[in-house]
């Protein structure tokens, strides 16, 4: 079945710093997203990718939709303590169902 | 507003004492979708529903059962509870053909001793 790969599991980075997240399947994905789940709370969308290639941006978050359609990535440039939580990378394949990736759990440190 | 609402948020049983977890959304949404979270795992979809009396199994139905008697209601019943269901839940729903954009309930957190 489709699968989604994220690494690693967790991460750790300084107030301020940019950090990025890659999302890769073994299949060919139609559409990639970016969710973020809060402690305590239910997965909200960031990002929608609909095209290859293509490059999205939503405030300090810019994804992109690898041109193999294999792959995408998510940037978060100059982060804030309310960037901790969980990034799920999610993607629909030829059946039209939705996969998640293992999500990566972003420590912000002061 | 629009939401997606479960309840309870928080739930304690034993073993074999069938429960019913509760999802309702207002956005007037076909696709209905029940998901499991545990650590290391991921989101894993137990059962989803495209439209009113029309359900199929997910990844990891075993255990479960839903219902779509109504466009707004999706519940999710455990028949008989085992420890391995110990989880947390969340619920889905969007617009047919739109499983791509779903909304997610804030998520109902289960123990079964």
């Known amino acids: 079945g489709q699968q989604l790969n994220q690494s690693p599991q967790s991460m750790f980075i300084q107030e301020g710093e940019d950090v990025s997240m890659n999302c890769t399947s073994s299949?060919?994905?139609?559409?990639w997203l970016w969710y973020k789940q809060d402690p305590g709370e239910g997965p909200v969308l960031l990002i929608a990718?609909?095209?290859?290639?293509e490059l999205t941006s939503n405030g300090r978050l810019t994804a992109q939709f690898g041109i193999t359609r294999k792959d995408s990535f998510l940037n978060i440039s100059a982060s804030i303590p309310s960037d901790v939580g969980i990034y799920f990378c999610?993607?629909?394949?030829?059946?039209?169902?939705?996969?998640f990736g293992k999500g990566i759990t972003l420590s912000v440190r002061p | 507003e629009a939401q997606v609402t479960q309840n309870p948020r928080y739930l304690i049983t034993v073993t074999g004492k069938k429960l019913t977890v509760t999802c309702s959304q207002n956005?007037?949404?076909?696709?209905m979708s029940w998901y499991r979270q545990d650590p290391g795992l991921g989101l894993r979809q137990i059962y989803y529903?495209?439209?009113?009396?029309?359900?199929d199994k997910g990844d990891v139905p075993e255990g479960y059962k839903v219902s779509r008697k109504e466009k707004r209601n999706f519940p999710l019943i455990l028949e008989s509870p085992s420890p391995n269901q110990t989880s947390l839940y969340f619920c889905?729903?969007?617009?047919?053909?739109?499983?791509?954009?779903?909304?997610f309930g804030p998520g109902t957190r289960l123990t079964v001793l």
């Open positions: 990718l609909y095209k290859a290639g």
């Open positions: 956005m007037n949404h076909e696709y």
């Open positions: 889905a729903s969007s617009l047919w053909g739109r499983t791509d954009t779903q909304y």
């Open positions: 299949s060919i994905f139609n559409t």
């Open positions: 999610a993607g629909t394949g030829a059946n039209s169902k939705l996969t």
């Open positions: 529903s495209m439209n009113v009396e029309v359900t």
